[in-house]
């Protein structure tokens, strides 16, 4: 059974720093692209970076440039998410998740595997 577990969401001040972190079971993180969704409160889910299987190539929606950085770490089947200088606007319940596609993946529904999130609160 397939299952990711995040973890390190919590409430910060504008400008802080939070790491989440993904652990996998069940499958191998080297043979997934994994990616970073986030939705906010009344708002749709939205696509905030992703990371290929090699872990060579990433892709960020431009809200998040130059302050998050997504990284996997395949020895311990996690991949990890920096977010530096966070906003209020951050603020979302933020989710991992698998694909079996190799590549660059940003559509929700291309993803095979969720987790349950975890609540990531900035305050001004």
């Known amino acids: 059974q397939v299952q990711l577990v995040e973890s390190g969401g919590g409430l910060v001040q504008a400008g802080g720093s939070l790491r989440l972190s993904c652990a996998a079971s069940g499958l191998t993180t080297s043979d997934h692209t994994m990616g970073w969704f986030r939705q906010a409160p009344g708002k749709e889910p939205e696509f905030v970076t992703s990371?290929?299987?090699?872990?060579?190539?990433?892709h960020y929606v431009d809200s998040v440039k130059g302050r998050f950085t997504i990284s996997r770490d395949n020895s311990k089947n996690t991949v990890y998410l920096q977010m530096n200088s966070l906003k209020p606007e951050d603020t979302a319940i933020y989710s991992c998740a698998a694909s079996r596609l190799m590549g660059i993946v940003t559509r929700r529904n291309r993803y095979d595997y969720w987790g349950q999130g975890t609540q990531v609160t900035v305050s001004s």
């Open positions: 990371i290929d299987w090699s872990g060579t190539v990433t």
